[in-house]
Nanobody
Framework: QVQLVESGGGLVQAGGSLRLSCRAS????????MRWYREAPGSQRELVAT???????YYPVSVKGRFTMSRDNARSTVYLQMYSLKPEDTAVYYC?????WGQGTRVTVSS
């Protein structure tokens, strides 16, 4: 049973924008701190955004000011709005509830 489903990845030119979505089943979304991670080829999985149940957010320096995470509790969905994308943002992006993971969505940023 699939519980986290990401979408919205694709190919974009450097400087462009993308919005990723992650729809969760209600039972794992309610009250959960949600996170977006990314994994580039040959690299470890990296945390890129966190959002608490009340909407508080955290970003690492590498994406702060360019990425914005939000959540729609009525739709059990989190979003990752990415601006000013760089080639180094190329990766597979995953959302997680802490115990569950999606299958990932690929983002490729061309220079």
């Amino acid at each position: 049973q699939v519980q986290l489903v990401e979408s919205g990845g694709g190919l974009v030119q450097a400087g462009g924008s993308l919005r990723l979505s992650c729809r969760a089943s209600a039972d794992i979304f309610s009250g959960a701190t949600m996170r977006w991670y990314r994994e580039a080829p040959g690299s470890q999985r990296e945390l890129v955004a966190t959002i608490t149940p009340s909407g508080g957010t955290y970003y690492p320096v590498s994406v702060k000011g360019r990425f914005t995470m939000s959540r729609d509790n009525a739709r059990s969905t989190v979003y990752l709005q990415m601006y000013s994308l760089k080639p180094e943002d190329t990766a597979v992006y995953y959302c997680s509830s802490g115990t569950d993971w999606g299958q990932g969505t690929r983002v490729t940023v061309s220079s």
